[in-house]
């Protein structure tokens, strides 16, 4: 593990020159494509979901996700460049996940990333996923200093991540089973609630006039890693043990859990290592309620809060492009070699 102490304190900059990086994002089942002017102005933003196709089967299909990313690929290219008021031969340099996540839906972006940067002679940069939550931030204005800790909470990841600077990372903790987003999937499905969970579960907590307390995963070992596969299955339990227990008291009880244990890590690694900014990014940062115990926390600890708003928070291309363009002004290209690394870490 990388030294945490005595970091160079330094402010993410963009360069005085007008670059504009065209960002691919495919990796899951959103088709996200964005032009993004000196890695802070959006200059277009273009998602296309697939949500109707995957709910009725309460989660994402890889083969339906990969072949709606190749269906629709061109055509969202197409508007991203079209609401930006630009040609391809107007961008600088192509940029595209690669990974982590679905391989079939990562091929897809990353074999047209290919085709436009071999036909306008424009450099590929590949993009870990991971890194475009992480500074998506950057494009509302808000730029921490490094270094920061980064809380990456999505369908697939949940992460605490020492940044020291672009492509200095150091993973603190990570999830051992689910992932919040996952975890929160997994209950909404267990209620009967459909798909996607995120959003029904916080919808219902807010209106739970009996919350039920459920235990905050502690690690034994004393690690700041997390755990959320116990917390889904007390909810179970709960739910089997009264038939007539409200669904919206279950799920208020497993959202202030997961709370919890987000926030009392965060707080403990920050407060470990004396860093005074987080920088939370991923889909489950949407959550509206988790927002705002960040914030009140944040600001009785000391800690200076930095999240995207909620566009930002879900996969999207602007936070490839602003991710490739610093890899973009070090001149970091990938080449047509670039592959698929569906299990690709920071």
């Known amino acids: 593990m990388n030294n945490l102490k005595s970091p160079i304190v330094e402010t993410p900059c963009a360069s005085s020159e007008r670059f504009i990086i065209l960002g691919i ?8 494509v964005a032009l993004v002017k000196n890695g802070e102005k959006i200059l277009s933003n273009v998602v296309s979901s697939q949500i109707k196709i995957h709910s009725e089967y309460g989660g994402v299909v890889p083969e339906l996700a990969s072949r ?36 079939g839906s990562i091929l897809i972006g990353i074999e047209a990333a290919k085709a436009i940067a071999y036909v306008h002679k424009k450099p590929l940069i590949g993009v ?48 051992r089973d689910d992932a919040v987003g996952e975890a929160f ?3 909404a499905k267990l209620l009967d609630l459909g798909y996607p969970g995120g959003p029904k579960v916080e919808k219902l907590a807010k209106i739970s006039e009996k919350r039920i307390k459920f235990p ?25 043990a009264d038939k007539n227990i409200d669904s919206n008291d279950l799920c208020a009880g497993f959202q202030d859990a997961v709370i ?13 290592y004396k860093i005074k900014r987080v920088v939370l990014g991923g889909g489950v940062v949407a959550n509206s309620t988790i927002r705002g115990e ?31 363009y610093f890899k973009f002004l070090k001149k970091e290209y990938s080449g047509y070699v670039l592959n698929a690394d569906p299990g690709l870490s920071l």
């Open 25 to 32: 994002e495919t990796s899951c089942d959103d088709t996200g």
């Open 68 to 103: 709606s990313h190749l269906e629709n690929i061109y055509i969202v290219v197409d508007e991203a460049l079209k609401q930006a008021k630009l040609l391809l031969k107007d961008i600088d340099g192509v940029a595209v996940t690669y990974g982590p996540g679905l391989v």
């Open 128 to 175: 870990n996923h991971l890194e475009g939550h992480i500074f998506s931030t950057l494009l509302e204005g808000r730029k921490p200093e490094f270094p920061f800790l980064s809380l990456i909470v999505s369908g697939g990841h949940t992460e605490l991540v020492m940044v020291k600077g672009f492509g200095k990372y150091t993973i603190i903790g990570k999830t």
């Open 185 to 187: 999937d997994k209950v």
């Open 216 to 240: 905050e995963a502690v690690m034994k070992d004393g690690s700041f890693d997390f755990s959320f596969s116990g917390l889904k299955t007390a909810v179970l339990s709960c739910k089997n």
């Open 260 to 272: 919890a244990a987000l926030l009392n890590k965060t707080i403990a690694v920050a407060a470990k």
């Open 294 to 324: 960040f914030i009140k926390r944040g600001k009785r600890e000391g800690i200076e809060i930095f999240f995207p708003s909620m566009p930002l928070c879900t996969d999207n291309g602007a936070m490839i492009a602003v991710a490739g």
